[in-house]
Nanobody, 111 residues
Framework: QVQLVESGGGSVQAGGSLRLSCVIP????????LTWYSQSPGKQRKWVAT???????YMKDSVKDRITNSRDNAKNTAYLQIDNLQPEDTGVYYC?????WGQGTQVNVSS
């Protein structure tokens, strides 16, 4: 069973930045799309961004100006940089590859 490991979440004030990471052990990362989702309290998970291979980033229109979506195939790692964080960005951020989920990383943004 492949175990995805997200990290990089934390508590920041509005306007701050965070860089989330998702490490995927094994060999599936380099030839698979990886997708980021966020889940706010009491709401369903929502698509945020996808990176394909070769790396072409796709991001939700409402956040694309604040997000950098990248991947490093040599490190089996995907990154989601979120700038100018706002309270509405608060939630758990998950990565997904081939229908596999990580445990999520919590992002808290205070006003």
């Amino acid at each position: 069973q492949v175990q995805l490991v997200e990290s990089g979440g934390g508590s920041v004030q509005a306007g701050g930045s965070l860089r989330l990471s998702c490490v995927i052990p094994g060999t599936i990362f380099s030839d698979s799309c990886l997708t980021w989702y966020s889940q706010s309290p009491g709401k369903q998970r929502k698509w945020v961004a996808t990176s394909t291979t070769p790396s072409v980033p796709y991001m939700k229109d409402s956040v694309k100006d604040r997000i950098t979506n990248s991947r490093d195939n040599a490190k089996n790692t995907a990154y989601l940089q979120i700038d100018n964080l706002q309270p509405e960005d608060t939630g758990v951020y998950y990565c997904n590859i081939r229908c596999l989920w990580g445990q999520g990383t919590q992002v808290n943004v205070s006003s």
